[in-house]
């Protein structure tokens, strides 16, 4: 393929160097004169292991040519990959003046091709902004509309300097954010041949997955090292802390807990994060991540409170009052931080959990929702169609399935429902139907 590159920093460098060794013919581009003299004389502009003696086998293949001149690279290519910086400005947004710049650029060289051409863009960019400010400009300068003439999509780059060279041929997946099949079907020519999973999405969610997973690796690194400051106050191995969290496959290192949904609540998670940061501070040790976990956790409740206020609804009814299904533990439960709310924004409640009914019954939670909340305790029944009755909302928080499928059939076409916990997943199909965040 005949494939110009963008941007020769160390995305761009490193994926030059790999698709010429692939035996593509790449174009190299960059403001950067340098940088262009480097890759001329085969000697690498970035400093990675292995480029060395890649940059010197390519540049001798003849697969390498570099410019500064964005007509010719968009003329004499079919495809572009876009790898111009996006740094911080000053005031932490993110400065897209290069790719910017860039974008007005091809789109006056695209304005004088005739053949297809794809435009893929591997620099880092916060979501939006190639379906709504990339693409108005290419679109103006070339004239021409998306999808005639050129195709956009975003592919987000996951190698990590270091080991660019290694990542690059065995990334952890090749994501590709597009809004039709023909550059897909090029990146797939391109990619599709390197051991991991190759997955087709929309261009916000590629470029959204970006920010998620770095914001991950961050969170990850800050985890293990306010742990390891802690760990040191205490006279415990950090290492070895670390590493029994990690042996935890089932809930740890998983895709537990990394599903969106409601606040968190229990009798554990808050009382331990809560004595965890007494601890700290009384060792005077400084946790800042950990430190505002609750906070972050109350305002996902207050989201919700929000949420339900603001479809101006008197009368709800709450399905699920536990602190998670198939529990009838409501200590610290958010469900009934937010029937409590409400209850005091004069909403008028009525409150089904069949878990919570039935360990009334038994006794076993009864002095404890009449002593501590006899407020909601008179609000609970144990008829779903009751509390259905007459309210202009359903606020879903269980996911009990029996309970849901109840649900599908009692709720009445002009109830709305909030979703709380994600249950749709095919249910409720017609209905109006809300989610917290989704
Ligand atoms: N560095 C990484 O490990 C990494 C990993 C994944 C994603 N990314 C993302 O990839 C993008 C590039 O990162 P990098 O570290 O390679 O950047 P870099 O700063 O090393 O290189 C950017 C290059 O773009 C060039 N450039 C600027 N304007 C240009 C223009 N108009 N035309 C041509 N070239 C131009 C610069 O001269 C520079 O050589 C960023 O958005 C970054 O967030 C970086």
Redesign the pocket.
């Known amino acids: 393929m005949k494939i110009s590159i ?8 490193v994926s030059l160097a790999c698709l010429a060794r692939d035996g593509h013919q790449v174009i190299g ?4 004169a340098a ?1 262009l003299a480097m890759l001329r004389d085969g000697t690498t ?2 400093v990675e292991e292995g480029m060395v003696d890649l940059v010197r086998q390519v540049a001798a293949s003849g697969n390498v040519s570099v410019t ?1 001149d ?1 007509n010719a690279a968009i003329r004499d290519s079919e495809i572009s990959l876009i ?5 911080s400005a000053p005031n932490g947004s993110q400065d897209q003046s ?1 790719v910017l ?2 974008s007005a ?1 091809i789109g006056r060289a695209l304005a004088r091709k005739t053949e297809p051409h794809v435009l893929v863009f ?4 916060a979501p939006g902004t190639v379906e709504n400010v990339v693409k108005p400009i290419i679109e103006r300068e070339s004239d021409k509309p998306e999808g005639k003439g050129f195709h956009l999509c975003f592919q ?6 270091g080991t ?1 060279i290694r990542d690059y041929d065995k990334p952890p997946f090749t994501i590709v954010g597009a809004s039709n099949p023909y550059p897909i079907e090029k990146l797939r020519q391109l990619f599709g041949h390197l051991p991991c999973e190759f997955i087709e999405t929309s261009i916000g969610t590629a470029e959204m997955m ?1 920010y998620c997973c770095n914001n991950f690796h961050a969170l990850k690194i800050t985890f293990a090292n306010e742990t390891a400051r802690l760990c040191e106050a205490l006279g415990v191995d950090p290492f070895e802390v670390m590493q029994l969290v990690c042996q935890d496959r089932q809930l740890n290192i998983s895709p537990a807990y990394l599903k969106p949904g409601f606040a968190f609540g229990g009798s554990c998670l808050p009382k331990d994060l809560r004595a965890t940061n007494y601890l700290a501070r009384s060792h005077d040790v400084e946790l800042p991540m950990l430190g505002a976990i609750l906070e972050s956790n109350r305002r996902h409740l207050q989201h919700a409170i929000d949420k339900v206020l603001a479809t101006g609804a008197r009368r709800v009814a709450m399905v699920g009052l536990s602190f998670k299904t198939g529990t009838d533990d409501l200590r610290e439960s958010p469900l009934v931080m937010l029937a409590e709310a409400l209850i005091g924004k004069g909403v008028k409640l009525s409150i089904f959990d069949p878990d919570v009914s039935l360990s009334r019954l038994l006794g076993s939670n009864k002095r404890y929702i009449e002593s501590l909340l006899p407020h909601i305790g008179e609000l609970i029944g144990d008829d779903l169609d009751a509390a259905l009755a007459g309210a202009d909302l359903v606020v879903i928080g269980t996911t009990s399935a029996v309970v849901l499928d109840e649900l599908e059939r009692r709720v009445a076409p002009q109830q709305r429902m909030l979703d709380l916990v994600n249950v749709r997943n095919g249910r409720f199909e017609g209905r109006s139907i809300a989610g917290l965040c989704w």
């Open positions: 963008f941007g020769l920093g160390y995305v761009g460098a581009v960059d403001v950067d940088k502009p970035v500064d964005v790898c111009v910086g996006t740094p290069a710049r860039l650029d591997r620099s880092t960019l987000p780059e996951f190698l990590r300097e660019s970006k």
